[in-house]
């Protein structure tokens, strides 16, 4: 996919989050965790419907998924030897009398929250994939079968993290696709066909390259060189500023690799494959801002519109 042509000036994601941040509609209660409001809240709403509207329209399931995941899970999808670079993990207070009571007297509370939960019993999500394939877990796909979620994510990436642009925690909307593998290799294509038809719709400069994934470090060579020959990952990439970009969406294709891991198989037996069409959301704000600038009045109208469902009557019609 060719970049589409933008001869505006750009804005900085520096300058974009030092305005939003003048104005009050952005800010951080912790490093890596925004909230948003005002105009800002109301363009992200928009970005969210037009790109809900894109994964709708191609769907036949929409999920709301629980705000955490087992461990069990996720140690099933190799998660733990892939990304655990990654993980953020869930505790609580420890119901011990006790401990409570020298919480609630202390003069300092905030500094006593750690010592005083109980071990960790669930993981925030890293990504909202992998709320389906456990429920797909042990079962017959007998033909492409979509599901749409959206939900929060985790990711600590440390000093990296910036306001928009890398969240510890930020909104992501995916597609995850699972039958054979013409036919999730044809949900892919099609997705990136439907993303570059958003991206016109919304005035935004892209491309999409073949990326890999950030494997962690003792797992990572064999599986980006074997991932990079396969071109079974894409990123779309938006401008970000003057000289940057940033990866705003990903087109993966899994093979059978978590059809494997669950159990989940096609009429005739074999591990379906699987493959997913994912949306950053806050990078999709972030790149916009930096397009058409932080003043409301210079945007250009958000319509949403389903792209991916107008390419063909039937998403998948080719690999049926």
């Known amino acids: 996919m060719r970049p589409i042509s933008w001869n505006g000036p750009m804005w900085t994601a520096a300058e974009i989050v030092d305005r939003l941040r003048e104005r009050g509609e952005l800010w951080e209660p912790v490093r890596g965790a925004v909230g948003l409001r005002g105009e800002t809240l109301r363009l992200y709403e928009e970005l969210a419907a037009a790109i809900g509207t894109l994964t709708r329209s191609v769907a036949e399931e929409e999920w709301r998924v629980p705000a955490v995941l087992d461990f069990a899970s996720l140690a099933r999808a190799d998660y733990f030897a892939s990304f655990p670079q990654w993980l953020t993990v869930a505790s609580h207070l420890s119901s011990d009398p006790g401990r409570l009571e020298r919480l609630a007297r202390s003069a300092d509370p905030a500094g006593l929250v750690g010592a005083m939960s109980d071990p960790c019993e669930a993981a925030l999500p890293p990504a909202v994939c992998y709320h389906v394939y456990p429920r797909f877990a042990g079962q017959r796909v007998d033909s492409p079968t979509l599901v749409t979620v959206e939900g929060t994510c985790w990711r600590h990436e440390g000093k990296r993290l910036f306001p928009l642009e890398r969240g510890w925690a930020f909104t992501m909307r995916e597609v995850v ?64 500023g003057p000289a940057a970009d940033l990866a705003a969406a990903s087109f993966n294709h899994h093979e059978n690799f978590f059809g494997e891991a669950f159990k989940i198989r096609l009429p005739d037996g074999t591990p379906a494959a699987s493959g997913c069409v994912a949306f950053g959301l806050e990078r999709w704000l972030l790149a916009f801002l930096a397009t058409h600038g932080p003043d409301s009045a210079a945007w250009p109208s958000i319509f949403p519109d389903t792209p991916w469902k107008r390419t063909v009557s039937n998403p998948m019609e080719e690999a049926s």
């Open 177 to 240: 696709c699972l039958g054979t593998r013409d036919a999730v290799e044809t949900f892919r294509r099609r997705g990136i066909a439907a993303t570059r038809a958003l991206l016109a719709t919304l005035g935004l400069g892209g491309e999409v390259l073949p990326a890999t994934d950030p494997f962690f470090a003792p797992t990572a060579r064999g599986r980006r060189i074997l991932q990079a020959l396969k071109g079974l990952k894409h990123e779309l990439r938006l401008p970000s």
